[in-house]
C-alpha cells in the first residue's frame, strides 16, 4: 500500500521529463513559446508552488 | 528496490529531455525555459512532501511505537516549503543562477530534515537534484 502510494507519486516527476516546452508545441499546433509566454508560464508556476506552501502552512500552525 | 529503479530511469531519461529546445532564442528565453524547470522540480518536491504529509500511518504495535502520524512529520514538511520558497523567491528575483539556487534549495533540505524524514522522502530529493542537474546551462 505504502509502496503503491509511493511509487504513485514518483509519477507526478514524469512532467519534468516530459518537458514543458513540448507540451506547450503539442497544445500550440507546434508553435513555439516565445519570451513572454515563457515568462508568464515561469511566474505563474512560481505563484502556484508559493500558493500551495503558503495554503499548508495556514492549515497547520506551529503548535 | 523498486523506488531506485525508477530513479535510475529518471536519469536516464532526464538527461535527454531537459535539453532546451534548439529553435529558442539563446539568452533570455533560454534562461527562463531552464529557472522554469528548476521551478518545477522544487516545487514538485514540495507537492509530494505535501502529499505524504497527508498520509496518516498507525504502528502494529501501539504499545511499544508511536502513536498514528502523518507519513511525514509536520516540522518535515515546514522545512520542506520553506526551503522551495526561498528557492523560488531568489528563482523569481534571480533567474540566471537557476542552477545554483535549485541546487542550494536541495541541499538545505537535506541538511534540516531528521532521519526519519530523509529516509522518507530522500527518493524524491533525489529526483528533484537530477532533474535539476540534467538540465543543460547552455542550449
Given at each position: ?9 514518483f509519477?507526478?516527476?514524469?512532467p519534468i521529463v516530459a ?6 508545441m503539442?497544445k ?15 511566474e505563474?508556476n512560481?505563484?502556484k ?11 497547520h500552525?506551529?503548535? | ?12 531519461s532526464?538527461?535527454?529531455?531537459s ?7 539563446p539568452?533570455s ?12 522540480a ?5 507537492h509530494?512532501v ?5 498520509v496518516i ?8 511505537a508511536p502513536p498514528?502520524?502523518?507519513l511525514?512529520?509536520d516540522?518535515?514538511t515546514r522545512i520542506?516549503?520553506d526551503?522551495?520558497?526561498?528557492g523560488?523567491?531568489t528563482l523569481r528575483?534571480v533567474?540566471d543562477?537557476?542552477?545554483e539556487?535549485?541546487?542550494a534549495?536541495i541541499?538545505?533540505v ?6 526519519a524524514g530523509m ?5 524524491y ?8 542537474t540534467?538540465i543543460?546551462?547552455?542550449p
Open positions: 500500500m505504502r509502496n503503491q502510494l509511493i511509487l504513485q507519486l509519477s507526478t516527476f514524469s518537458d514543458v516546452i513540448q507540451r506547450y503539442a500550440n499546433n507546434g508553435r513555439v513559446p516565445n519570451a513572454e509566454e515563457m515568462r508568464v508560464e515561469f505563474s512560481i505563484d508552488y508559493l500558493d500551495e506552501g503558503a495554503t499548508w502552512k495556514a492549515s500552525p506551529r503548535a | 528496490m523498486k523506488q531506485f529503479i525508477l530513479v535510475a530511469c529518471l536519469l536516464l532526464s538527461s535527454c529531455a535539453q532546451a529546445p534548439p529553435n529558442l532564442t539568452g528565453e533560454v534562461r527562463l525555459w531552464q529557472a522554469n524547470e528548476t521551478a518545477v522544487l516545487g514538485t518536491l514540495q509530494v505535501i502529499e505524504l504529509n497527508k500511518v498507525c504502528p502494529e504495535l501501539p504499545a511499544i498514528c502520524h502523518p511525514v512529520s516540522d518535515n520542506v516549503i526551503a522551495v520558497a526561498d523560488l523567491t528575483r533567474p543562477g537557476w542552477r539556487t535549485g541546487l534549495a541541499v538545505r537535506e541538511n534540516r530534515l531528521d532521519a529516509g522518507r522522502i530522500r527518493v530529493v533525489t529526483a528533484a537534484r537530477a532533474a535539476i540534467s543543460t546551462a547552455t
